[in-house]
């Protein structure tokens, strides 16, 4: 499947950061989405881009560590940890809006 | 599995545990000690982000396990142990010659601390293979496949191979040292396991 991604960059906090629109191809839907976000990086990289960062250790849906929200849901449409939210979970031709995860800090 | 490769899941536990026995003498940041590791890690850093590659690094990352998976799982044998370290050789050659790691060192960058994990998981599987040859038993949950008994058990060689191994580490590319830890059994006794 072939997905658009809108994902929130800010590179220290000194920048002010923005959504930034990225496609991704041939998405299998087995993959789960960190997966999905790992083809990405591998993409940004050889393109000398610099790729997302996003927390994640186990990948089994065990520590705790990964977390995103997805189209404005925390982990996504399915409750569930990032890490096991499977891309069958999606459409071919989504936009999938990517975000932060935790607690945002006041201002 | 989880309870054989996670050892994340434990280190944040032993870490706390020995940080509340503090406190601690204090280090001097001018010292010999800290200053010597910290030339080391910035040279470390520095050349990891100069290579500028043609490989990501989590490539290396997926081709060493593949070598690992192949070579020296649950059962393992000498030629494709011997095979493993070459493959090893080779891709540690190629991960200093050709990876590539964007970003800068002053800031968050998930690449360049993956690079630097990546690079011990080199040196940690090229170690384990070497010490799975050394290893010419069947022992514990890994088997030797030369080691077995007649209807196929896993064969221990208790005459050999009755001590822990310790390897230490001699510097980069010296071969590694090994000191054998004898294990002595005082009251109970080794035996073949037998699900018979």
Redesign the interface.
């Given at each position: 499947m072939n997905l658009k991604l809108r994902i929130w960059r800010q590179k220290n906090s000194e920048d002010r950061g923005g959504m930034v629109s990225y496609d991704v191809e041939q998405i299998s839907p087995d993959m789960s989405f960190l997966e999905m976000l790992d083809t990405l990086n591998e993409k940004l990289t050889l393109e000398g881009d610099d790729p997302v960062a996003f927390d994640h250790d186990c990948r089994e849906g065990i520590c705790g560590a990964c977390s995103l929200m997805i189209d404005g849901q925390a982990h996504g449409p399915v409750q569930t940890t990032t890490c096991q939210l499977q891309m069958r979970s999606f459409s071919d031709g989504d936009e999938i809006v990517i975000e932060p995860g935790g607690p945002v800090p006041s201002r | 599995m989880?309870g054989l490769a996670?050892g994340?899941?434990v280190l944040p536990s032993t870490i706390n545990d020995y940080l509340a026995r503090g406190p601690f003498l204090p280090i001097d940041p001018a010292g010999e000690a800290v200053t010597s590791v910290e030339t080391e890690v910035k040279s470390r850093i520095e050349k990891l982000l100069s290579i500028q590659g043609?490989r990501?690094v989590?490539?290396f990352h997926k081709e060493l396990g593949e070598i690992m998976w192949d070579n020296c799982g649950m059962a393992r044998n000498e030629q494709g142990l011997r095979k493993a370290l070459e493959q090893i050789s080779a891709l540690r050659d190629e991960f200093w010659r050709n990876v590539?790691v964007?970003?800068t060192g002053v800031?968050?960058n998930?690449?360049l601390e993956r690079a630097n994990r990546v690079a011990d998981f080199i040196e940690l599987g090229y170690l384990m293979c070497l010490d799975a040859l050394n290893r010419r038993e069947s022992c514990g949950g890994h088997f030797r496949e030369e080691s077995q008994t007649p209807d196929g058990e896993a064969a221990r060689d208790d005459d050999r191979f009755s001590y822990v191994s310790a390897w230490e580490w001699t510097g980069e590319n010296a071969k590694p040292v090994l000191h054998e830890e004898a294990l002595e059994f005082e009251y109970v006794h080794p035996s073949q396991r037998s699900y018979a």
């Open positions: - | 989880q996670d994340y899941f043609e990501t989590d490539s590539k964007p970003g800031e968050l998930q690449s």
